[in-house]
């Protein structure tokens, strides 16, 4: 991969994973201020909001998490490797999900095995 197409993919990260935490902090800030209003029936949809906004806060946390190694792959070097096969993963998968780690083949292994346990 040339340096200036990884560099545009470690941006895209940084920008990506800033606007997680933004996200996180507005999400916060606006919890605490429902539950400070709230009477006993706006409670009751506060917490529904609160569960919603935890199931996106947990999936927020793996994107981030899948962010953080990728940039810690960048770092030592493997980024762009297939975590299943170690194959390069093509540089247009990356570019439309660049925390991805893996290539397309693995990762629709790894769906058609999940969905078996479902
Ligand atoms: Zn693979």
Redesign the pocket.
């Known amino acids: 991969m040339k340096s200036a197409e990884l560099k545009a993919i470690k941006e895209s990260l940084v920008a990506q994973k800033s606007s997680i935490l933004n996200r996180q902090q507005e999400f916060k800030a606006e919890t605490l201020q429902s539950l400070q209003l709230a009477d006993e029936t706006e409670q009751v949809v506060a917490e529904q909001n609160q569960n919603l906004g935890i199931h996106l806060r947990e999936k927020d946390r793996q994107v981030l998490l899948q962010i953080e190694r990728a940039l810690s792959k960048i770092t030592d070097g493997s980024y762009g490797e297939?975590e299943?096969?170690a194959?390069p993963i093509g540089l247009k998968r990356l570019q439309a999900r660049p925390f991805t780690n893996?290539?397309v083949?693995?990762m629709e292994e790894q769906e058609s095995q999940s969905q078996l346990f479902q």
Request: net charge negative; aromatic share 0%; proline share 0%.
């Open positions: 297939c299943g096969c194959d893996l290539c083949s693995c």
